[in-house]
């Protein structure tokens, strides 16, 4: 690979290499408000004490219900230092899921936004062995919850490392893969250093007077990497914009903090260069932005370029990986194509019958380098699916093109929605569960800018008619089930569903409908 890992026993000295470098810089701006490098190393290391005064062993997992905010690195960083494990929980998440995520990492201590403190209600805390509710960025009510105020009241502005080596866990993240189950993906202390040193010096290129804005959030790989990890790493600057990222708000946060670098995906793109009066907006001081999760069609690349003076670079990862290991370059861009190999990682295609795929052959991509994430926490079954001795299943199927590679759909069912995998099924089973529905099927649909959606077509009850009211009240009903991202976009109805021989639902009969 060419590329060692990085020596880093603990990731938190990510953060303070820059009170020697940096003290007074800022490192976070943003509508919560502004830290320096020295603040923000003051800050971590309160929270560290803090969690080591609740009496948290090493090792324990630290959920992180958190919106974009100075809290969210001061307290990943000062929980890292102290030889915690902080989870990156998504804040979408339902009391269902929540529920599932705190049983899973059985942790005793949990942190979460002022904003998002209702989530944290009877359903979400049946059964588990939470016992206190960090509350940050307001204040706290009810038993059992605190704010973050008084929980780091006293604490020291300094903290010791713990005794971590490269190699121990450092936090985890969920993937949002939706079978019932999520899988908890452990990464360990040298990961994040190992995505400064491939992606970060090799593709980004950032410039310590570079101002970072990443509008995916840091609970997401992509935007943890984007927001924390490469700016923090060169004691760069980076913007955190709490709440909705609607398009108004984020053109807002682009005029008013004036970043240098934005990261998006496809639909962010899409969204900004559709709204009203973004061509009056001063979006002058962008020199860059960067894309991944999804497919950048050439239509929504012209449209940003000709906005900004550049097209998003884009590039594809995954939360395993934890960053991105295909990337077009920023001087070398093939429109529909994720890009080459990232410096520090190796990829491979394999054909179903397990052979390396010739030149213009499909095959699913595995890849391998440092970051990769070692299991799925006690999901022994799965992580011997996916972590492949040192190389990691990625499910995705490419062709490669003069060293570039084309996505050509994935080798399971998942199907990626705005950045984020959703399993047909898990929508299948909640529109069923709809009074109006006989049966149903979920698929993927590709829009005409090449970004995938979610197709669902239905067989009302009693014979009944679809109409445009009754998708709408399908839509709402499946937003409030599930996370949002999962209703689908598009819905028809048909009499009757076709089958299969052993009647079930024929989807490549439905994709055949489709297409004709
Ligand atoms: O989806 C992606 O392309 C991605 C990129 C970076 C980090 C994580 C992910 C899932």
Redesign the pocket.
């Known amino acids: 690979i060419g590329f060692e890992k990085a020596a880093h026993p603990n990731c938190s000295i990510i953060l303070w290499d820059n009170l020697a470098r940096n003290p007074d810089k800022p490192a976070v701006i943003g509508p919560a408000g502004t830290l320096t490098y020295a603040e923000m190393v003051a800050e971590a290391a309160r929270w560290g004490n803090a969690l080591i005064a609740a009496g948290l062993k090493r090792g324990e997992r630290i959920p992180f219900f958190l919106d974009d905010t100075p809290a969210y690195p001061a307290a990943f960083f000062g929980a890292v230092r102290a030889g915690f494990v902080p989870v990156l929980l998504n804040i979408q998440t339902t009391p269902d899921v929540l529920n599932f995520f705190l049983q899973d990492t059985g942790a005793r201590v949990a942190l979460c936004e002022a904003s998002l403190a209702d989530r944290f209600g009877p359903e979400t805390l049946k059964g588990t062995a939470l016992e206190r509710v960090v509350i940050a960025n307001g204040t706290a009510d009810g038993a059992g919850r605190i704010a973050a105020a008084d929980f780091l009241a006293g604490q020291p502005q300094t903290l010791d490392c713990a005794d971590t080596g490269a190699d121990d866990m450092a936090f985890w993240m969920y993937s949002s893969g939706s079978t019932g189950r999520p899988k908890g993906i452990v990464h360990l202390h040298h990961d994040m250093a190992y995505t400064q040193a491939s992606f970060g010096e090799h593709v980004l290129k950032l410039r310590p007077d570079d101002i970072c804005f990443s509008v995916p959030k840091i609970f ?3 935007g943890f ?1 984007n927001a924390i990890t490469f700016p923090f790493s060169i004691g760069a600057t980076t913007l955190l914009l709490p709440g909705q990222p609607r398009p108004n708000a984020v053109l807002d946060a682009i005029e008013g903090f004036r970043p240098t670098v934005l990261f998006g995906l496809p639909t962010l793109y899409t969204a900004l260069a559709r709204a009203e009066g973004v061509a009056a907006r001063d979006l002058s001081c962008l020199r860059q932005s960067m894309s ?2 999804e497919i950048l069609s050439q239509e929504i690349y012209d449209s940003w370029k000709a906005l900004t003076g550049h097209g998003p670079t884009e ?5 395993e990986m ?3 290991y295909l990337s077009n370059s920023l001087d070398d861009h093939r429109i529909g194509s994720a890009g080459a190999r990232v410096p520090g990682y190796e990829v491979r295609l394999e054909t179903p019958e397990g052979k390396p795929a010739g030149p213009g052959e499909e095959g699913v991509m595995f890849v391998r380098g440092h970051s990769s994430a070692p299991c799925y926490w006690n999901r022994p079954d799965k992580t011997r699916d996916t972590m492949r001795g040192d190389w990691l299943y990625t499910g995705d199927r490419f062709i490669e093109k003069d060293g570039c590679y084309y996505f050509q759909g994935r080798a399971d069912e998942l199907i990626k929605v705005s ?1 984020q995998w959703v399993w047909p099924l898990e929508v299948e089973r909640c529109l069923n569960e709809h009074p109006d529905v006989h049966e149903c099927a979920v698929m993927a649909h590709q829009m005409a800018d090449r970004r995938m959606t979610l197709r669902a077509v239905v067989r009302l009850r009693d014979g009944k008619a679809g109409s445009e009211e009754q998708s709408e009240a399908l839509r709402a009903y499946v937003k409030s089930r599930l996370q949002p991202y999962k209703y689908p976009r598009i819905v028809e109805y048909a009499a009757d569903l076709p089958k299969t021989g052993t009647g079930k639902i024929d989807r490549q009969a439905l994709l055949r409908v489709k297409e004709e």
């Open positions: 997401f790989a992509y990497g991944a999760a590039g594809l990862g995954s939360t934890l960053h991105i950045g």
